[in-house]
């Protein structure tokens, strides 16, 4: 305990006395956790803004096309295939998913956004958080996600006007909003959802399928009896229903496109930036220890031990590293507070905690070769006596 103390003693001593030094570098480090936690968040935001609405689905399995490669927008399932789904032994229930992309017009500005069509109560819509659900048919009614209600200032009982391509011209369409779901982005875009046959209506479609009104969901949402069941009902539903493949929630979401690509770029850049973080500390520390050879040497001389030397060191690099992490902690939090919704960041608890940790660690192990360094250094060359 003693020696515990002693070695806390020096290390705050010397960090008051130099405190410019010590500030400076804690400073560094604080720009360091302030880049990393934005990587993090921003790595969040753009993971969200890619794949929540899928990861929201209530649902264990989604059926795709077969030889579709379990991409939504190459999938294109025939009308009957939602009905074969639901009559599988062990199937809850099925919902038909359609998607699209279009924009809303009637604004100053106008708004891109993805146009999904959904069945009411089953799984691929949301639940409704305030409003209603909107009629079946061709009923020109809309759901709507909360993003686009605060980014637009829309409530419900207003009526929108979207644009859709049609062939080669442009054409538009009206929608009364008559409810709102809880911000289920899809495809980085804010979503309104839509009956089928309206989604059919109105969608951008090419010349050639503008003399179809059947429409044909990209993916079907599959909610099981027992969802632990998930692999082997795969496995029946790929057997029993034809020109299908199955794949479960994190398999879909994997091979939306980007995905994948996207969150490796986010995650090495976090990598590397945290190797930076070691390279900073480490070539401080080293520094400060190459300083102050001759105060280690005294010391060691009137009695002080290695371990008291090293847990000094120790002691000090996590004083100066917790510090710069606290300030740049505070700092990540001022700014967040300052950025417009359409940024895509998303400060997730658990990722920002494993940051601030690796931040944490980051210090002794960037300074270990400065703290092996001091523990070998012996007294009488220190004092050039030997």
């Not at 609405?53 to 190459?74: G, H, R």
């Not at 956004?113 to 069945?119: I, N, Q, R, T």
């Not at 062939?167 to 959802?193: A, M, N, R």
């Not at 029946?236 to 929630?249: G, M, P, Q, R, Y």
């Amino acid at each position: 305990m003693k020696n515990i103390f002693l070695a806390t003693y020096l290390a705050i001593k010397e960090v008051v006395r130099n405190k410019g030094r010590f500030l400076l570098v804690a400073l560094v480090i604080a720009l360091i956790t302030l880049l990393v936690l934005f990587i993090a968040a921003l790595g969040e935001g753009l993971a969200n803004g890619n794949r929540q609405y899928v990861a929201n689905l209530d649902a264990q399995l989604v059926v795709f096309l077969e030889k579709s490669d379990y991409s939504i927008s190459s999938s294109r399932l025939e009308t009957n295939t939602v009905k074969s789904v639901r009559r599988v032994d062990g199937v809850a229930d099925a919902g038909a998913i359609y998607t699209s992309s279009t924009e809303i017009v009637s604004l100053p500005e106008s708004l891109k956004v993805s146009m999904l069509g959904a069945e009411p109560g089953r799984p691929g819509m949301p639940p409704i958080i305030d409003g209603r659900e909107f009629r079946g048919g061709e009923a020109r009614e809309a759901v709507i996600d909360r993003n686009v209600a605060l980014r637009t200032d829309i409530q419900i009982g207003d009526t929108i006007q979207i644009r859709s391509t049609q062939g080669t011209e442009d054409e538009f369409f009206e929608l009364k909003i008559v409810g709102l779901v809880e911000g289920p982005s899809y495809f980085f875009q804010p979503t309104i959802f839509v009956p089928a046959a309206t989604w059919e209506k109105i969608r951008p479609q090419s010349e050639s399928e503008l003399t179809s009104d059947t429409p044909y969901p990209n993916i079907i949402a599959v909610k099981l009896t027992d969802p632990l069941q998930a692999e082997v009902m795969a496995a029946k539903l790929t057997e029993e229903v034809s020109n299908i493949e199955v794949a479960d929630i994190e398999t879909t979401i994997n091979n939306i496109p980007g995905y994948s690509a996207q969150q490796g770029t986010v995650q090495t850049q976090g990598v590397f930036t945290l190797l930076i973080g070691i390279l900073v500390i480490g070539g401080f520390f080293q520094i400060q220890i190459l300083q102050k050879v001759p105060q280690i040497g005294v010391l060691k001389a009137i009695g002080s031990s290695n371990g008291v030397v090293g847990l000094s060191a120790v002691i000090q690099i996590i004083f100066v590293t917790a510090l710069g992490v606290g300030i740049g902690g505070g700092l990540t939090y001022l700014f967040s507070l300052g950025f417009p919704p359409t940024i895509p960041l998303v400060f997730n608890g658990a990722r920002s905690l494993i940051a601030i940790a690796l931040l944490l660690a980051i210090g002794p192990f960037g300074g270990m070769v400065s703290i092996i360094y001091a523990v070998r250094i012996e007294p009488l060359k220190a004092l050039r006596l030997g």
